[in-house]
T-cell receptor
Framework: AQTVTQSQPEMSVQEAETVTLSCTYDTSESDYYLFWYKQPPSRQMILVIRQEAYKQQNATENRFSVNFQKAAKSFSLKISDSQLGDAAMYFCAYRSAKYGGATNKLIFGTGTLLAVQP | NAGVTQTPKFRILKIGQSMTLQCTQDMNHNYMYWYRQDPGMGLKLIYYSVGAGITDKGEVPNGYNVSRSTTEDFPLRLELAAPSQTSVYFC?????????????FGPGTRLTVL
């Protein structure tokens, strides 16, 4: 079974600085997707960034980028130029690339609570 | 587009009571999911549906039931509420079945069972 581990329960960053959130996962599959979700105090789950395992190039979305190390099964999120609105719980998640059913479930880590200091 | 909507936002139940959590999506998605999020944890899949009339169990289905009579609606039923069901419940939907298809989440329902 696949597992996702986030070893940093809490992180803090100064506004305008850069912070990296760590995520490791375990799987025997070769094709899968990895995600970072943001959950602000409103509880709404918001997709931040997605990485496809067969792509070597790291995904980027504006100030958000990932460092995907497939062999090490590591998937970290870098937030550049941190803003107060980035303060939230961040979840790393895994999803199989196999077709259909419960294999499409998202497997979540336990989350990292990010505080942004003004 | 309202996306995925859930009602109610908050609910307190007594042990043994029943309730239905409502979930509706207006994106014509075939795939719908129910997750629960316990304090300090990630989300775990309770039930999912691949289309109207088709549902199946996820990781933690005990104590819950679902139905899917329409594409839009995917209600979650708790028959005999227990304190262990105190959690935040999220409904999600996606267009496709592959891992590439983004899951869109509702705002969640916070349920407390006393």
């Amino acid at each position: 079974a696949q597992t996702v581990t986030q070893s940093q329960p809490e992180m803090s960053v100064q506004e305008a600085e850069t912070v990296t959130l760590s995520c490791t996962y375990d799987t025997s599959e070769s094709d899968y997707y990895l995600f970072w979700y943001k959950q602000p105090p409103s509880r709404q789950m918001i997709l931040v960034i997605r990485q496809e395992a067969y792509k070597q190039q790291n995904a980027t979305e504006n100030r958000f980028s990932v460092n995907f190390q497939k062999a090490a099964k590591s998937f970290s999120l870098k937030i550049s130029d941190s803003q107060l609105g980035d303060a939230a719980m961040y979840f790393c998640a895994y999803r199989s690339a196999k077709y259909g059913g419960a294999t499409n479930k998202l497997i979540f880590g336990t989350g990292t609570l990010l505080a942004v200091q003004p | 587009n309202a996306g995925v909507t859930q009602t109610p936002k908050f609910r307190i139940l007594k042990i043994g009571q029943s309730m239905t959590l409502q979930c509706t999506q207006d994106m014509n998605h075939n795939y719908m999911y129910w997750y629960r999020q316990d304090p300090g944890m990630g989300l775990k899949l309770i039930y999912y549906s691949v289309g109207a009339g088709i549902t199946d169990k996820g990781e933690v289905p005990n104590g819950y039931n679902v139905s899917r009579s329409t594409t839009e609606d995917f209600p979650l039923r708790l028959e005999l509420a227990a304190p262990s069901q105190t959690s935040v419940y999220f409904c999600a939907s996606s267009y496709g079945a592959t891992g590439k298809s983004e899951q869109f989440f509702g705002p969640g329902t916070r349920l407390t069972v006393l």
